[in-house]
């Protein structure tokens, strides 16, 4: 999505980008310090399906995102092959989000 990013225009020192999160409440716990030194509005690029528990991660851990969805699921359902995959992903994200307001974490 970095370079992306860039190609489209935007300056790479204005992309903060976190390679130690293995978990979206790690990167949610992770971004302050990625971004202590930048002035919000900040954008946080996701899936499509995961952007409301991402979303919703880093406003628990104090961080006001702008949150863009990347087309992935919503694209990959025009394939009729592709269906059942989004169909785990999505079943997948809905365990996710209740794991995460069971834990409060959202």
Do not use: C
């Not at 979303?55 to 995102?65: D, I, R, S």
């Not at 989004?86 to 365990?95: A, C, K, N, P, W």
């Amino acid at each position: 999505m970095r370079d992306f990013a860039v190609a489209q225009g935007v300056p790479a020192n204005a992309i903060a980008l976190d390679t130690h999160s293995l978990t979206t409440r790690d990167s949610a716990l992770n971004a302050g310090a990625l971004l202590q030194n930048s002035l919000p509005p900040w954008v946080l690029v996701t899936s499509d399906y995961h952007s409301r528990r991402a979303w919703k991660a880093f406003q628990k851990a104090g961080l006001n995102m702008q949150t863009h969805p990347a087309p992935d699921a919503g694209k990959r359902m025009n394939s009729l092959a592709a269906r059942w995959t989004v169909f785990i992903d999505l079943t997948r994200e809905t365990v996710k989000y209740a794991w995460y307001r069971l834990r409060g974490w959202i």
